[in-house]
């Protein structure tokens, strides 16, 4: 079996956090590994690679989210539209987060107005429950756009759109900006507590035009909602993500797997690492040792991604590995990302 294993936002630990794990087994698989393999759209572009979605000039995930939601966006061109809230300081703005509590009077009042101001721009703003939005327009746009989890709690210009179109969609998201900062609604939600929609994050953007690489994977494991849904758009379907390799090997067999791990949490890393090495990287180890898999590793952060593929090794290499003291994880880990 050929098994790409992602274990998500590990590249946004902080390096004092990594030096207190204990995971030996994943250490040993690292020291293995040659130079790694960057990815600099990070998770996004290892989630669309895994089920056969190809680069348009975006990643082109809002077509299908649409359509995994019920919506048919036919030829037209989509972007995922998410509903969110913008810090601005007195010397750049930064995206807060998403905001998921909109009710659907809310997000009905929200999506009014914005209708009613872009409509001769041909821009249909469509919603498939309170806050989950799309725009779609009759032309393709060459736009390159930066998902919500890469942009959130950093600078807002290095994530803002680009490309030959991106100068008019700054224009609109800012004209989106105006609209918003004083909507009823938000003045409503402030008052109650509730952080405001006062932007409207854009991306993901293409059309329903698959592209399936020579070699997509045949099976998809997985909790998170966005590969989840992907998968599903183009037919290849998820399972949840069993709890160990040994779950993994006891699955009907598969010639290839894309198993995306659950988020490690800052207050449970130890735990959650320890149960990682115990449960995948030791066993995954001997399984290299013996010959019976290639695997490929995948540690994302907010934005980017490394890939590397650890090797077997020899019966020499084996037998001095029982008496060494296990590497650390937090230097080899650096020293691959520097690589």
Known sequence: MQLTLVLPNLLDTAPAALAAVEAPALARLLSTAADPILEPDGPLAIACAGVGIAKQYDWPVAPLLARA????????????????????????????????????????A????????????????????????????????????SPPDAAIGKPLIAHLPRGPDA?????????????????????????????????????GGGTLRVARPATPVAAVFTQAPLLRDLARAVGTGAAPAPGSFASLLAA????????????????????????????????LEQALDN????????????????????????????????????????????????A
Do not use: K
């Open 69 to 108: 939601a019920g919506i048919d966006p036919g030829s037209r061109y989509c972007l995922c539209a998410d509903p969110v809230t913008l810090e601005v300081g007195r010397d750049e703005g930064r995206l807060a987060g998403i905001v998921s509590d909109l009710d659907a009077g809310e997000s009905a």
């Open 110 to 145: 929200l999506l009014s107005t914005l209708r009613a101001h872009f409509a001769s721009d041909g821009m249909e703003f469509v919603e498939r429950g309170p806050g989950h939005w799309w725009v779609a327009l009759a032309a393709a746009q060459q736009l390159e756009t």
């Open 167 to 203: 100068a008019r969609w700054r224009r609109w998201q800012s004209e989106m900006q105006m609209l918003l900062f004083e909507h009823p609604v938000n003045r409503s939600r402030e008052s109650g507590g509730r952080l405001p929609v006062n932007y409207v994050w854009m991306w």
């Open 252 to 283: 009907p067999p598969t010639p290839s797997a894309l198993v995306w791990l659950d988020r490690l949490e800052a207050t449970t890393l130890r735990e959650q690492l320890a149960a990682f090495d115990s449960d995948w990287a030791a066993p």
């Open 291 to 338: 010959r019976e898999i290639d695997a490929r590793l995948v540690f994302s952060g907010a934005g980017t991604a490394l890939s590397f593929t650890p090797r077997a090794t020899g019966a020499m290499q084996r037998l001095r590995r029982r008496w060494s003291r296990p590497p650390s994880l937090s230097p080899l880990l650096a020293a691959q990302a520097d």
